[in-house]
């Protein structure tokens, strides 16, 4: 196991709004406790907690207001400040972003000024709550990564370390890049080919991560169909639907607990997002086998070669690319294959094990300049 690195048991404490399997930071909080705890001394610090599977994880609920999105976060900031004071001293203190004021190590899971300037840059009208989102936490931000506190940071993709740098000065020595890494056994292609029929493509995300140009490029490519898997509200997609007369091509489903079952069911997944940190989702659709469609302002794109693993565009709103990347996997079944199981290899390397060997590695260091310094 990663746990079982050299060195001694180490006590630590991780701080994230949600412990849960279903997204984001909760997802890597889970999995990372989950191959600790066999060797060290783990705590997890949250609001809300899933009940599966955390024997041996000793929890403490963290109070926080969560009327909205800055309530919440600011509440549960005092709040798991004042628990970290209760419950210490820890050797590693993990922060999954703005969580806790006294962290050692601090995860990014997102770099927000990016990632409302690209919004911005999309043309997406921010809402006064989203305005005022703005106004209150990318200051926080900038002081969370601010180069002279001291802290080792992990950011979960290239793309997020070169935005801390290039927005906050952060040093490069002191960022880790570790990706998320992926289920491999959940997440894996399925058992048996599909029948022949019109290919099935899979989006899976926020909406507004270009699911209008998707449905634009796919009124131009008609041997395929669309499943889309989003907690969004799809009222205007729905609308650009019956606009592009797109009909029963495009299918609207919630989220779901098993989402593998619909990355099984697909023949390739695009997703041109105008920005994400990683994209976890992508990662996911490669373990299934199934070949990617994504822009360059993925962190995970840095894992697809284009024309390898699946198409990367040099722009989200490339609608022609787009177009172009559906039409060669919509029309030949022998390159899905071919690139869905170069997308799986790639995939294989990127395990939740990996992560957690190399976060390890942080915390060994952390541990060890704390020693020297106490």
Known sequence: MPSAAKGPPLRIAFFVHDLAEDHGDAR??????????????VHVFANRFDARDSG?????????????????????YAAASRRLAEH?????????????????????????????????????????????????????ER?????????????????????????????????????HGVDTGRFHPPSEAHEPGEPRGLYVGDLRKGIHFVLQALSEVPSASLDVVTRSDSRA?????????????????????????????????????????????????????????????????????????????DAWNDVSGLKEAMRALASDAGVRRKMGAAARAKAETVTWDRTAAETLEVYRRVARRHRRSA
């Open 28 to 41: 890597y909080v889970t999995e990372l406790a989950r191959r600790f705890r066999e060797d060290h001394e």
């Open 237 to 313: 997609a729905r609308e650009v639907c019956r606009q592009l007369g797109l009909g029963d091509r495009v299918r609207f489903h919630p989220p779901s607990q098993t989402i593998e079952r619909h990355y099984r069911q697909a023949d390739f997944f695009v997703l041109p997002t105008p920005y994400d940190s990683f994209g976890l989702v992508i990662v996911e659709a490669m373990a299934s086998g199934l070949p990617v469609v994504t822009s360059r302002e993925a962190g995970a794109a840095a894992l697809v070669r284009s024309g390898e693993e699946g198409f990367v565009l």
């Open 143 to 179: 002081r969370l990564y601010r180069p002279d506190r001291g802290q080792q940071y992990i950011a979960v993709s290239a793309r997020i370390r070169d935005d801390l740098a290039s927005l906050y000065g952060l040093r490069p020595e002191h960022v880790s890049v570790i990706h």
């Open 56 to 76: 041996g994880v000793i929890r403490h609920w963290v109070p926080a207001l969560r009327r909205n999105a800055i309530t919440g976060i600011l509440s549960f």
């Open 88 to 140: 210490g001293p820890f050797d590693v203190v993990h922060a999954q972003g703005i969580t806790v004021r006294e962290a050692n190590v601090v995860t990014a899971h997102i770099c927000l000024a990016r990632w409302f300037e690209a919004q911005e840059k999309a043309g997406y009208r921010h809402t006064k709550g989203q305005r005022a989102f703005a106004a209150v936490m990318t200051p926080m």
